[in-house]
Nanobody
Framework: QSQLVESGGGLVQPGGSLTLSCETS????????IGWFRQTPGKEREALAS??????????????YYADSVKDRFTISRNSAKNTVDLQMKSLRPEDTAVYYC?????????????????????WGTGTLVTVPS
């Protein structure tokens, strides 16, 4: 059974940094692209489409693609030793408060905005909450 598990969420002060990890099981990173998404707390029951795509990484040469809103502050990377895909976040702001999800889909084509669309992804984790107080 394929599973994605996020970790690393928590409370961080404005301007601080946090690294989230996405650990996969039953799903080979050799074939899957991994993306990070987020959703405003309390809206987890809303449609999947309401999740904001942040960053993605392919399965081939670790090419990455970012949403404009985070590309200068967030970094996605693959940690082969731990079999995780991490999202390093810096200069965090109150508006970054959200439930963060990782997701996966068999990689085809090339990286681009399509990989930041929730409907592209076939597997999802259950999310980890990041809180940045105002």
């Amino acid at each position: 059974q394929s599973q994605l598990v996020e970790s690393g969420g928590g409370l961080v002060q404005p301007g601080g940094s946090l690294t989230l990890s996405c650990e996969t099981s039953g799903l080979s990173l050799k074939y899957y692209a991994i993306g990070w998404f987020r959703q405003t707390p309390g809206k987890e029951r809303e449609a999947l489409a309401s999740r904001e795509g942040l960053a993605c990484i392919d399965n081939d040469d670790d090419s990455t693609y970012y949403a404009d809103s985070v590309k200068d502050r967030f970094t996605i990377s693959r940690n082969s030793a731990k079999n995780t895909v991490d999202l390093q976040m810096k200069s965090l702001r109150p508006e970054d408060t959200a439930v963060y999800y990782c997701a996966a889909a068999v990689f085809r084509g090339s990286l681009g905005s399509r990989w930041l669309r929730p409907r592209t992804m076939s597997h999802w984790g259950t999310g980890t909450l990041v809180t940045v107080p105002s």
